[in-house]
């Protein structure tokens, strides 16, 4: 028998996320363990085309409209995937809860006690294990970013505002114990090293 934790990773544009996410699916598939996989703002049918509506880079929506755009989002998520999976199987996800207060909160000024009110609500059967916040140099970020061959509208944001919400996440990871910086300007082996030992401890200890 082995555990089944929620585990997220989190992190703005080019800090690792994806890279970190495909070596754990790896090891997972090589270990034969049961997980899902899910990405926010997408994950089921419904997400991702809430995903395409916001992210399209033609959107110009409100960045409220956005907010609960994204929340319906992880609502449909919560609801048609990560509930029926629950403690059944790993559940791996790409940004939750705190992309939205780093973003919509850090970055965007808009009401933390209005972004938790409805977070927590969303939330409130699911305990979050661990999260992987993984950051970047905002000078690797617009190296990574420049790489990248189709932008969406969160792709584009300036420098200053990728550093807001790098220090928000930063903030949401303080002194907590199930949370591990990763730091993406570090040697990659070394991380993918760090990362895979933590996700062996969590499923099997
Ligand atoms: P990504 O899937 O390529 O990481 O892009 C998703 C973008 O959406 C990214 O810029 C972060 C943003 N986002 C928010 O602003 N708030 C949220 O709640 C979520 C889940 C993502």
Redesign the pocket.
Known sequence: MYKKPIIVFEG??GSG?TTHIKNVLNYLKKKKIKFINL????GNKNSELI?KF??NKKSDLHIVS??LL??A??NENINKIIKKNYKKKVIII????D??I???HY?MNISLKFINLINDFLTKDLNIDYTFLNTVSINNLKIRLKKRRNL?K??TFNSYFYTKVQKGYLKLAKNKKNYLIVNSDKDISLNKKIIINKIEKLIFN
């Not at 990405?39 to 997408?42: K, Q, S, T, V």
Request: glycine content about 6%.
């Open positions: 703005i544009e996320k990405r926010e703002p997408g995903r916001i992210l956005d907010l994204y929340l989002a992880r790409d940004r939750f809860v992309s939205t780093a973003y919509q970055g969406n969160y792709d």
